[in-house]
């Protein structure tokens, strides 16, 4: 007789395996889609809020509240201080921090993301009001009641199913249903934890309102204009001195270009004149005209040519 335990282990697995097929056929990874925030009032409504579905039974709304609000205040950092402390006493916690000290061009400032519970966060837009002046306040909600239950009922079928699977890892005989039936669990046991992990953010986001304060001051800027003779002396040397400064900076900026440009001025100099140079020594010097032909008979002095007398055609002429 063929034992039964192994037959019935292996027609379990095939069984849970074509399951596995047909719910991995679905998006394991799932995430739920956040529909558009919609504009809502100052105040969201409760987690907690029972609405009727369509078969007459009770189902939780599901809702994200989020908000933001910007405050005027005398000390933004004390007023940090004491909006953290107002968040743990309504049972919240501060998720961000970030602070910053006034200077002489800048007014202090500080901005917190408060956790708080989302029944508590009525009360809690009314305490931080009582800081300052409100300059806005926007709040909006995200009904995420579908996606709860579908990771819920997910979760539970992955439950069983992995449960299942751990009986029948329990009652495997062969090496190779160990093998099969290890691998399958380790797949499903995966996608239950990620499940999980999902349901637990979202459940952490509808039970935890989550509230962004800006606090911020408006400062007048000091008077830097001098008032009396030393604070003008004081301001006419700081002004020598900046001028003074910048003045090296472009000489310091602007002298490699000038003895660059020295250099090249140099080179051009010395081509030209020894180009010119070159011409000069190239052209010959003129010739000097002949001088003029007397005749002179020997021992006579040389006839001066404004006393010569003219001759009988030269009279003749005239």
Do not use: H
């Amino acid at each position: 007789m063929r034992p039964i335990a192994p037959v019935a282990a292996a027609a379990a697995l095939t069984v849970l395996l074509l399951a596995g097929c047909s719910m991995g056929g679905e998006n394991s990874s799932y995430e739920p889609a956040m529909p558009a925030p919609a504009e809502g009032g100052e105040s969201g409504r409760s987690a907690d809020e029972a609405i009727a579905d369509g078969d007459g039974t009770t189902a939780t709304q599901s809702v994200i509240t989020t908000g933001r609000m910007s405050i005027t205040v005398d000390d933004p950092l004390a007023s940090a201080e004491d909006a953290a402390d107002l968040a743990r006493d309504a049972g919240g916690r501060v998720e961000s921090r970030s602070e910053q000290p006034g200077s002489g061009s800048t007014s202090p400032r500080a901005e917190l993301v408060l956790r708080v519970p989302a029944d508590e966060l009525d009360a809690v837009v009314d305490e931080l009001r009582e800081f300052g002046d409100v300059n806005g306040v926007t709040m909006n909600e995200s009904d995420v009641t579908a996606e709860r239950k579908d990771l819920d009922a997910r979760i539970e079928a992955l439950g069983a199913s992995v449960d299942r699977l751990e009986q029948l890892l329990a009652q495997a005989t062969t090496i190779t249903d160990l093998i099969a039936i290890e691998s399958e669990l380790t797949t499903r046991q995966a996608e239950l934890d990620s499940l999980t992990q999902q349901r637990d953010w979202l459940a952490d986001q509808v039970d935890y309102s989550t509230l962004t304060v800006e606090l911020i001051t408006i400062e007048t800027a000091p008077d830097t204009a001098p008032d009396d003779f030393w604070s003008g002396l004081a301001a006419g040397w700081a002004a020598l001195t900046g001028f003074a400064a910048a003045l090296g900076v472009a000489i310091g900026v602007l002298l490699p270009w000038v003895a660059v440009l020295l250099v090249l001025a140099a080179i051009v100099v010395l081509v030209v004149v020894l180009s010119t140079r070159g011409r000069r020594r190239a052209t010959p010097a003129p010739a000097a005209p002949p001088a003029p032909a007397t005749s002179t008979r020997p021992g006579a002095a040389p006839e001066d040519p404004d006393t010569t007398e003219p001759s009988p055609e030269d009279e003749g002429r005239a």
